[in-house]
């Protein structure tokens, strides 16, 4: 932490006795790993910057679309076409300059978070997708390492503390729902999401502080009504056999692949083209050693299609959610 001027900056937060000159200097020393700059990574990018956290790396694929800044208010015109990720380290600077702000444009799949979970104090998953929630709780879970999750749709959703010594996301959500909605097809209040996303700030920032109650091993949620709510899962048990994620480039020659996309969504298809439905009693399956690898857009359907194919052989199975990277949202 810096002299007179840091001090002056973080002077309304250091009068709590539950910060102080100790836990801004923790702060200050805190390596934070946000995955998503959207708009739940917005408003918990600025409060973290704001309260003094040192180091902050931004993971962030996209880039900044005009359709979206009614959410992802940080942004503005200015900033249209670039990428989200150095669009926000660029702001973040300008916001607070004390802070080193890490800009990564990537899709955060199984290859690479492990090795940006191990290199944090504390992950953010703000990317509000199936497949990066459940990819970050594994590789959190291993690592011992905090997770703050959050997930927003139309005028709802949840904040929860996961992992570092509480239950993982998978300990309070073993299974995906039976179908998917997103931001894009069932709409999003921007400050709905706002919210939500402070909320994730407030419990990275009583985490890194080591605030009583913890914020690990609590789900808040807030709905259509304006209503909080939640409980603690402290006790919550990990599932014995879960579906892992893997990304597309661990997909190996020798794998049964196949791919649940239609042809209008991807023209190219990683493997043989198969339904959902396809799966079960009598319908295609792994040779012996083989091991199945189903691939979709988000992951929903490969969850959908390892259970069905779960139920009626005892191989590994693995889930690749492709995203955009062929095909279309």
């Given at each position: 932490?810096?002299?007179g001027?840091?001090?002056?900056?973080?002077?309304?937060?250091?009068?709590?006795?539950?910060?102080?000159?100790?836990?801004?200097?923790?702060?200050?020393?805190?390596?934070?790993?946000?995955?998503?700059?959207?708009?739940?990574?917005?408003?918990?990018?600025?409060?973290?910057?704001?309260?003094?956290?040192?180091?902050?790396?931004?993971?962030?694929?996209?880039?900044?679309?005009?359709?979206?800044?009614?959410?992802?208010?940080?942004?503005?015109?200015?900033?249209?076409?670039r990428?989200?990720?150095?669009a926000?380290?660029?702001?973040?600077?300008?916001?607070?300059?004390?802070?080193?702000?890490r800009p990564?444009v990537?899709?955060?799949?199984?290859?690479?978070?492990?090795?940006?979970?191990?290199?944090?104090?504390?992950?953010?998953?703000?990317?509000?997708?199936?497949?990066?929630?459940?990819?970050?709780?594994?590789?959190?879970?291993?690592?011992?390492?905090?997770?703050?999750?959050?997930?927003?749709?139309?005028?709802?959703?949840?904040?929860?503390?996961?992992?570092?010594?509480?239950?993982?996301?998978r300990?309070?959500?073993?299974?995906?729902?039976?179908?998917?909605?997103?931001?894009?097809?069932?709409?999003?209040?921007?400050?709905?999401?706002?919210?939500?996303?402070?909320?994730?700030?407030?419990?990275a920032?009583?985490?890194?502080?080591?605030?009583?109650?913890?914020?690990?091993?609590?789900?808040?949620?807030?709905?259509?009504?304006?209503?909080?709510?939640?409980?603690?899962?402290?006790?919550?048990e990990?599932?014995?056999?879960?579906?892992?994620?893997?990304?597309?480039?661990?997909?190996?020659?020798?794998?049964?692949?196949?791919?649940?996309?239609?042809?209008?969504?991807?023209?190219?298809?990683?493997?043989?083209?198969?339904?959902?439905?396809?799966?079960?009693?009598?319908?295609?399956?792994?040779?012996?050693?083989?091991?199945?690898?189903?691939?979709?857009?988000?992951?929903?359907?490969?969850?959908?299609?390892?259970?069905?194919?779960?139920?009626?052989?005892?191989?590994?199975?693995?889930?690749?959610?492709?995203?955009?990277?062929?095909?279309?949202?």
């Amino acid at each position: 932490m810096g002299g007179g001027d840091a001090v002056n900056r973080y002077a309304r937060q250091m009068i709590l006795p539950e910060v102080g000159p100790e836990g801004q200097a923790r702060l200050a020393e805190a390596r934070v790993l946000v995955v998503g700059a959207g708009g739940l990574g917005v408003p918990a990018l600025q409060y973290l910057a704001g309260a003094g956290v040192g180091r902050i790396t931004v993971v962030d694929p996209d880039v900044v679309e005009r359709g979206n800044l009614h959410r992802q208010v940080m942004y503005g015109d200015v900033w249209l076409g670039r990428f989200k990720a150095e669009a926000a380290a660029g702001i973040l600077r300008g916001l607070n300059p004390e802070v080193a702000v890490r800009p990564l444009v990537a899709a955060l799949d199984p290859a690479n978070a492990g090795g940006l979970v191990e290199r944090a104090d504390l992950v953010l998953d703000c990317a509000d997708s199936f497949a990066v929630s459940y990819t970050l709780s594994d590789a959190c879970l291993a690592a011992g390492r905090p997770l703050v999750s959050a997930s927003a749709l139309g005028l709802g959703g949840y904040a929860g503390g996961f992992c570092g010594g509480a239950p993982s996301l998978r300990a309070v959500f073993p299974d995906l729902p039976e179908r998917a909605a997103s931001c894009a097809t069932a709409g999003i209040l921007g400050p709905v999401v706002g919210l939500l996303g402070c909320l994730q700030a407030r419990m990275a920032l009583g985490v890194l502080l080591g605030l009583e109650p913890s914020p690990l091993g609590q789900l808040v949620t807030f709905d259509e009504a304006m209503r909080f709510g939640g409980f603690r899962f402290d006790r919550a048990e990990e599932p014995a056999d879960p579906l892992r994620f893997a990304a597309p480039e661990e997909i190996d020659a020798e794998d049964f692949v196949a791919d649940l996309r239609g042809a209008d969504e991807a023209p190219v298809a990683v493997g043989a083209r198969h339904p959902v439905d396809a799966f079960g009693p009598g319908g295609p399956r792994p040779a012996p050693g083989q091991r199945a690898v189903l691939v979709c857009r988000s992951g929903l359907r490969a969850w959908r299609a390892a259970r069905r194919l779960r139920a009626d052989w005892g191989g590994e199975i693995r889930l690749v959610a492709m995203g955009d990277r062929q095909g279309r949202e």
